[in-house]
């Protein structure tokens, strides 16, 4: 099992970026697959999650109204699109498998890292 987060870069505060997180070596489609984060300094928190039949869960009020999360099973990737992005949105951001969105994670995957900073 692998999964594999990227799109992460350096952006302005009120910018926008589009991670990916692409898995292989499971049945992509039957999984949720969540988003975290983790700022320096800070603990790794839950962001979103986005089941196998595309419900949302947002486990984060701050990104409401400015995270999107889509997923395209037949390319075994989810995005996660971040719009209007502010210094505190700076983190690690890593993709995960539950079974569903209230489920612990099953597995991680290695992070990318969104620096936002004039």
């Known amino acids: 099992v692998q999964l594999q987060a990227s799109g992460g870069g350096l952006v302005q505060p009120g910018g926008s970026l589009r991670l990916s997180c692409t898995g292989s070596?499971?049945?992509?489609?039957?999984?949720?697959i969540g988003w975290s984060r983790q700022a320096p300094g800070k603990e790794r928190e839950g962001v979103l999650c986005?089941?196998?039949?595309?419900?949302?869960?947002y486990y984060t009020a701050s990104v409401k109204g400015r995270f999107t999360v889509s997923r395209e099973n037949a390319k075994n990737t989810v995005y996660l699109q971040m719009n209007n992005l502010k210094p505190e949105d700076t983190a690690i951001y890593y993709c995960?498998?539950?079974?569903?969105?209230?489920?612990?994670?099953?597995?991680w995957g290695q992070g990318t890292l969104v620096t936002v900073s004039s």
């Open positions: 070596g499971f049945t992509f489609g039957d999984l949720a």
């Open positions: 986005i089941s196998n039949t595309g419900r949302v869960t």
């Open positions: 995960a498998i539950r079974w569903h969105c209230h489920s612990p994670v099953q597995n």
